[in-house]
Structures are given as C-alpha cells and as structure tokens.
C-alpha cells in the first residue's frame, strides 16, 4: 500500500501545479504484431503497435501502460491499457488479447452489413480489428476518467488526449453516446428500443463490458450507482469471494461483478442500491442478481472475460 500511496501524494501534488498536463505518453517500444507477440494480434500483420507509459514528473513508475496500434496513417487507437495507480487515469484497464478474441467472435458472428453498438472506445477497437461498422468512430473522451485531485484539470487533460489521439469534435457522435448511456441505464424493454434506434434500422449487435457499469456510472450516477474494489488473488477465487461477500454486506450494496486485472487482482464492481440492478446494462453482465443467458429483450450470442455481445431483435418478443 505504501507505494500508492505515495503516487496519489504526486499526483495530488501535480494537480496544484501550473502548466501542462499533470502526465504525458512517452513511446518506450514500437513495431509489428510480431514484436508484441503477447498481444494476440498476430492476425493483424498490418497494424503498427506503440508501447507507451503514462508519466507524471516526480514518479519513477508509470502510472499506466498503454498499447495503441494504427494502420496506415490512419488516427491511432487504444488497443489495451493496464492502470499501476490507485485510481485509474485515462481508461480502465484492458487486455488486447481479450480485445482481439471479442473482434473475431464479432468478425464470426456478425454479418459484414451488420451494425456494432458498444462504447466509444470498444467501437473503435472493433472497427479497427473486424472491419465492422460501428456507430461511434471518434475517440470521445467520455466519462473524464482520471484520480480525484486532477479532476479540476479535466480542460487541459481533455485538450491533451484530443491531441495524442488526433481526435476532432464529432457533435453527432457524442448526441449518440448520450442517447447510448441513456439506453443502457433505462429498463430493458425501453434501452432496447433506443438501441434499436441507434442502429437505424440495421440488424445490429451490442457489446458490453464489466467495466461499463463504471462508465455509465459516471455518466448516469442518478440511475446506476456504482462502486468498486480491488481485491488480490492467490490461487483460485473461493478466498477473495468471501472477502467480497463482505465488503458487499458491510457497505449495503446490492449485487457485484468480478473483472480480472492482469496483475494477480481482481477488480470487483457492486451495485449500490436495487434501482441500478433494473438497469438494461446490469441485466446483460454477470452480476449476481441477474442472468444474462435469460435476458428476453437481447440475444446473446456471445461471451468471453469481460466482453457480452448480443444481437437486438428487430422487435421485442412477445411477453418480453
């Protein structure tokens, strides 16, 4: 613990001074799917991958490690991202193994006319890697995500990130992304309407994530309250659920979620009341009060660590 907390002292420090960024991306490693062979991306021979570390001055370790791939000279993408702070800076962590398996099951499952809902940058992750059509092409920037301290900063961080992912003000896009946020935290019956609006008459599919409750907590904390924690894993899981069982009574929180970092963690997601468990998105993840597989509103066709996708019916079943 001690280390984090000395890196959240920095960054608290660096909040409070003038200037730039309180961090920067700093390109330590670069080259093809061959040299990043941990990746998983050996089927995209075409793309260039960079290596990056996020660096605050004052901190001898990263604060996260980022993989970003392009093709061409096409704008840059955000294929994985392994947070090594206490809070998250940026995006919330993942792996782009996981990413590329879910692009081929998107690839297999999906036909090429077919339409990709999902958030902005799992959009743009699919675009790039299943050569799918997503409804979101734009790096969005949506919810400001970064440690509590830095938040009255979220101007020059915002200008930052728009420059590092040479991202341009995209107002249909983000019009879009509010009414995404708004279907995944309504009911089901009536987010699957909006979704199917979003899709435009298209035979469309929908991929979520664990760590979408975080986002869409953020961004609608008035319908889906969400807390997390990370808890360490030493062999298999039975010891840390109890622990997580818990914190969940002692908290009052309804309902969890589990998502496995890469570092030996497992980031546990709880719901804070009933009213987020109704949600549509609650009902397409693996909390413990919900069963995705029985979710009449969606298809599920797919499932793999923390990615569900599912197809949306041209219409509600009936009885659904």
């Known amino acids: 613990m001690t280390g ?38 050996e089927s995209w021979p075409d793309l260039k991958i960079g290596k990056y570390e996020v660096r605050v001055d004052g901190v001898d370790q990263p604060v ?46 999906a036909p090429k006319e077919a339409v990709m809902l999902a958030w902005w940058d799992t959009s743009r992750q699919l675009r790039l890697l299943s050569g799918r059509e997503t409804i979101f092409a734009s790096h969005l920037g949506e919810p400001f995500i970064a440690p509590a301290a830095w938040r009255a900063r979220s101007g020059q961080i915002g200008k930052y990130e728009n420059e590092f992912w040479k991202a341009s003000a995209n107002a249909e896009e983000q019009r ?15 987010g699957v309407a909006v979704l199917r609006e979003l899709a435009g008459g298209r035979e469309a599919y929908v991929a979520v994530q664990v760590s979408d409750l975080y986002r869409l907590g953020l961004m609608r904390p008035e319908r889906l309250g969400v807390a997390y924690k990370d808890f360490p894993v030493k062999g298999d899981m039975h010891g840390p659920i109890g622990f997580v069982k818990r914190w969940m009574r002692d908290h ?41 597989a029985e979710l009449q509103a969606l298809q599920l066709v797919f499932r793999h660590g923390g990615y569900w996708v599912y197809k949306i019916p041209s219409a509600l079943p009936s009885g659904g």
């Open 4 to 41: 984090g907390l000395l890196l959240l002292g920095w960054i608290g420090y660096s909040a409070w001074k003038p200037g730039p960024p309180p961090y920067r991306y700093q390109l330590v490693e670069e080259g093809g799917a061959d040299k990043f062979a941990k990746l998983g991306l």
């Open 64 to 109: 996260a490690v980022a993989h970003v791939a392009r093709r061409g000279d096409a704008v840059p993408v955000m294929l994985g991202w392994e947070n090594r702070s206490d809070e998250p800076v940026a995006f919330l962590d993942g792996s782009p193994s996981e990413v590329a398996t879910l692009a081929k099951a998107v690839a297999k499952h």
């Open 176 to 190: 879009k992304l509010q009414r995404f946020a708004d279907a995944l935290t309504g009911e089901a019956e009536a």
């Open 252 to 292: 009052n929180y309804t309902a969890y979620a589990l998502h496995e970092l890469a570092d030996g963690r497992v980031r546990v997601y709880f719901l804070a009341d009933a009213k987020s468990g109704k949600t549509l998105l609650a009902q397409m993840l693996p909390l413990t009060t919900s069963r995705p």
